[in-house]
């Protein structure tokens, strides 16, 4: 994905945990989103859908109702939060996973900057 892209968010939509394979640098223009952050080594702990799945790199978990019986090691997941504000500008590194919540109507823009190798050997423990 190269190049410039830029969303609109209305209130309440969400983007569910996934990984990217690239990094990324995000700009929000206008509203309010909340991003959850995990480092790459708490893979084991977001229960991803597997690898040939249409949505594989996502977690399984619904992180707005997690079920922590169906799965238990989400409850130790370690996360940072951050609610981003019009004129912020987030570094999102290669393979670190982001939930995302928009909290008002929101405008951002992102681009790509190709991938890395950094924190493969935590993703290929977890199929991927």
């Known amino acids: 994905q190269k190049g410039i892209h830029c969303r609109f968010g209305m ?23 909340r991003y959850i952050l995990a480092h790459p080594n708490q893979c084991s702990n977001m229960n991803l859908l597997p690898r ?3 949505s594989a790199r996502h977690s399984a978990v619904d992180w707005s109702n997690p079920d922590l019986e169906t799965f238990p090691t989400f409850k130790d997941a370690e996360v940072n939060e951050v609610v981003m504000q019009p004129g912020d500008v987030l ?9 995302i919540i928009s909290l008002e109507l929101n405008m951002q823009c992102n681009t ?5 190798k950094i924190y493969r050997d935590e993703i290929t423990e977890c199929g991927f």
């Open 52 to 54: 040939g799945h249409p």
């Open 11 to 33: 209130k309440g939509v969400i983007a569910e945990n996934h990984f990217d394979l690239s990094r990324n640098a995000i700009t929000l223009l206008g509203g309010q989103r």
């Open 91 to 99: 570094y999102l590194p290669t393979n670190w996973f982001h939930y």
């Open 112 to 116: 790509r900057s190709g991938g890395e």
